[in-house]
């Protein structure tokens, strides 16, 4: 995969149009591809730490990152896996749920919201 985060624009606009994420705040870009684990899990659940109540993180993987998920749900953040040709990379949107830091995202991935249900 190549290094470049292809067109930001794009991603953002795909971001508003395929996701519940807020778009008042801020989008910030971090891309994970290239650091080996944990790295990429750490460094996301530390950047998401700092998002305003508005404010979305997209992130760039080259893989889904499955093990982010649950972590996510479990610190009040919503996310959705947003597809477009504007990059290779496996892209998330991530922010606060409900405008703030509680409650518990819906599922996005296949095969996320039985493991959902199943927790409940």
Known sequence: MSSE???????ERAVAERT????DGET??????????????????????TLGDD?????YNDRTPQFLFPRLEDRGFA???????????????IW?????????SRPTIAGD????NQRR
């Open 5 to 11: 985060l292809g067109d930001p624009a794009a991603v």
């Open 20 to 23: 519940d994420a807020p778009t």
């Open 28 to 49: 910030v870009s971090l891309d994970v591809r290239n650091l080996g684990p944990p790295k990429p899990l750490r460094e996301t659940l530390e950047r998401v730490e």
């Open 55 to 59: 404010d979305v993180l997209v992130q």
């Open 79 to 93: 996310y959705a896996a947003v597809e477009t040709d504007a990059t290779d990379a496996v892209v998330t949107a």
């Open 96 to 104: 606060p749920a409900n405008g703030e830091r509680a409650g518990r």
């Open 113 to 116: 919201e039985e493991r959902a």
